[in-house]
Nanobody, 122 residues
């Protein structure tokens, strides 16, 4: 079974930095997309950043220039480096994986981490 384990969340002051990690394990054949979502209280979940198997990245406008998504393919792990954090970044962050599980030829599936709290406050 495929599982995603997140780490790196916490409390940080405005202007500070955090690095989130998402480690995938289990019966994965190939990965097509890695990403990070976040959800603040009373708001819809939004895609913050993503990276394709080819290395193309995408960011929501509000984090461009501050956040960087990266990956370690050998370890099936992806990261979110968050710099110059603002109070508006406070949310639960969920790692995301779109992957083809072993045992099937077609049919990618979506996998989610458990979520990690990021709080930006003075």
């Amino acid at each position: 079974q495929v599982q995603l384990v997140e780490s790196g969340g916490g409390l940080v002051q405005p202007g500070g930095s955090l690095r989130l990690s998402c480690a995938a394990s289990g019966s994965i054949s190939s990965i097509s997309l890695m990403g990070w979502y976040r959800q603040a209280p009373g708001k819809q979940r939004e895609l913050v950043a993503s990276i394709t198997s080819g290395g193309s990245t995408n960011y929501v406008d509000s984090v461009k220039g501050r956040f960087t998504i990266s990956r370690d393919n050998a370890k099936n792990t992806h990261f979110l480096q968050m710099n110059s954090l603002k109070s508006e970044d406070t949310a639960v962050y969920y790692c995301y994986l779109k992957a083809l599980p072993r045992g099937v030829l077609v049919g990618v599936r979506d996998y989610w981490g458990q979520g990690t709290q990021v709080t930006v406050s003075s």
